[in-house]
């Protein structure tokens, strides 16, 4: 199904993507730092939501 030569391509492929993620991450660091403070707040409160609405459906399908 994978050739040799697909396989070097698919790993160069995902060496160079996760190294430019990485790269442009860190040159926009300071400005999400700044942008962002609250943004764990948020995602911790959505989470709180969704384990409530697992525990409801839990507890209304006994």
Same mark, same amino acid.
Not at 26 to 50: M, P, S, T
């Given at each position: 199904?994978? =050739? =040799?030569?697909?396989?070097?391509?698919?790993?160069?492929?995902?060496?160079?993507?996760?190294?430019?993620?990485?790269?442009?991450?860190?040159?926009?660091?300071?400005?999400?730092?700044?942008?962002?403070?609250?943004?764990?707040?948020?995602?911790?409160?959505?989470?709180?939501?969704?384990?409530?609405?697992?525990?409801?459906?839990?507890?209304?399908?006994?």
């Amino acid at each position: 199904m994978f =050739t =040799t030569g697909r396989i070097v391509f698919i790993s160069f492929f995902v060496l160079a993507f996760i190294l430019a993620m990485i790269w442009a991450y860190r040159k926009d660091k300071n400005l999400h730092l700044k942008q962002y403070k609250g943004a764990k707040w948020i995602l911790l409160g959505f989470i709180l939501f969704l384990l409530a609405l697992l525990g409801l459906k839990e507890l209304l399908n006994l």
